[in-house]
Every structure is written in C-alpha cells, then in structure tokens.
C-alpha cells in the first residue's frame, strides 16, 4: 500500500514567520511530487510541483525535495493569515496517473 | 481560460438512489481524473479518462462507474448509493505529457441519507 504521511497539525504560526511543513511518502518509484492548499470546504489548489532533488522557490513558498529519504516539504515565508489552510501533499504514482495524498496539514496563521 | 467545471455544486440522495456527476475539464486538458474526499481525509483516487478509456482505477467498487465523451468531458456515476459514500467529489484534469499536473475543479458535495 502506497502512502504519503503528513502531520496533521494544527501548526500554528504568527504572522511574519516560516511555516514548515512536512511529508514523507513509500514508494522510492515516485517521481513527482506536489503541494496542494485546501480552504475549508473548498477544492484544492495547486500552489507547487517539484521533481528534481534540491529546492524550488516560487515567491513566498519553497518546496524542498529529498529522493534518498523519501521526504519533501514546503516552507511558507513571511506567513500571512491568509495562508491558513489545510495542505495537502501529493505523489504521483509510478504509471503517472494517480496522485496519491497525504491527509493534509492544518496551518493556522495568526496574526 | 476557463477552469475546470464541475455539476451539480450539491446533492442529495438517499441509500439505494444513483447519481450521475458531471465535469468539464480545463481548455487544452484531455485527461480527466476523479477523486473521493471523505472529511477530515485527503482525496482518494477514484480512476482516470484518458481517450475516451479507463487508465487506470484505484480501490473502489464496481459501483463507481464512469465515461469519458469525445469533448473530453467526463460523468462519474455511483450506483446503489451508501451512506458512507457521502463525500465531496472532485474532478481534476490534465493534459497527458511527462508530469501529470493535475488542476481541480469545485467538486461536487454529495449527501446520501
């Protein structure tokens, strides 16, 4: 069984600071990887992809990817109380059809 | 650009009833994908249209059918409605290539009482 793990928070962060989030997937096949935002009872919104080792920044967010330890997380900079979402990560299965997610993060931003 | 579309936004049905959802997938898109979102949880992979076939389906019962039309468009379909199939479902397309990049739609909340 394929998973993807994810603190489920809440994380709580003040306004101005880095949010850090986390997760850590099984399958060593994955090759793409993505962050998704969630408000509540809305659908989710991609925010970023990431399929190369290393960092890739895109205005305040920065998603960080870490293939040998299966791990991939996303830092939001100079957090602002809109950014208080749940965050959903996702990968892609081997055949790069499905994503499969994570149970998302709530992140709360406070200002 | 128009996004993905997604009817109807709500739903209401009763154990046993059927129910047909329907998505528009984002201009330039040709493959549709559809998910299960219990609350608290995150999506689940239902199965993917991708020239007018089944790609691929994840863990779900034969009830969940679906069809992809020539316009890409697509319909999910659950039969025999249980109330555990109470969720939102999404609609997320994308354009078949090297990274699967998959867009969503509003999603469709489905209450079975």
């Known amino acids: 069984q394929k998973e993807v793990e994810q603190n489920s928070g809440p994380l709580s962060v003040p306004e101005g600071a880095i949010a850090s989030l986390n997760c850590t997937y099984s399958?060593?096949?994955?090759?793409?990887f993505f962050w998704y935002r969630q408000y509540s009872g809305k659908s989710p919104e991609l925010i970023m992809f990431i399929y190369s080792n290393g960092d890739k920044e895109d205005g305040r967010f920065t998603a960080q990817l870490n293939k040998a330890s299966q791990y991939v997380s996303l830092l939001i900079r100079d957090s602002q109380p809109s950014d208080s979402a749940t965050y959903l990560c996702a990968v892609n299965n081997q055949a790069g059809t499905a994503l499969i997610f994570g149970k998302g993060t709530t992140l709360s931003v406070s200002s | 650009d128009a996004g993905v579309t997604q009817s109807p936004t709500h739903l209401i049905k009763t154990r046993g009833q059927q129910v047909t959802l329907r998505c528009s997938p984002k201009s330039g898109h040709d493959t549709v994908s559809w998910y299960q979102q219990a609350l608290g949880q995150g999506p689940q992979f239902i199965f993917q249209y991708y020239e007018e076939e089944e790609r691929q389906r994840g863990n779900f019962p034969d009830r969940f059918s679906g069809h992809q039309f020539p316009n890409y468009s697509s319909e999910l379909n659950v039969n025999a409605l249980l109330l555990g199939d109470s969720a939102l479902y999404l609609c997320?397309?994308?354009?078949?290539?090297?990274?699967?990049?998959?867009?969503f739609g509003p999603g469709t909340r489905l209450t079975v009482l």
């Open positions: 399958d060593r096949g994955s090759q793409s």
């Open positions: 997320a397309s994308s354009l078949k290539g090297p990274v699967d990049t998959q867009y």
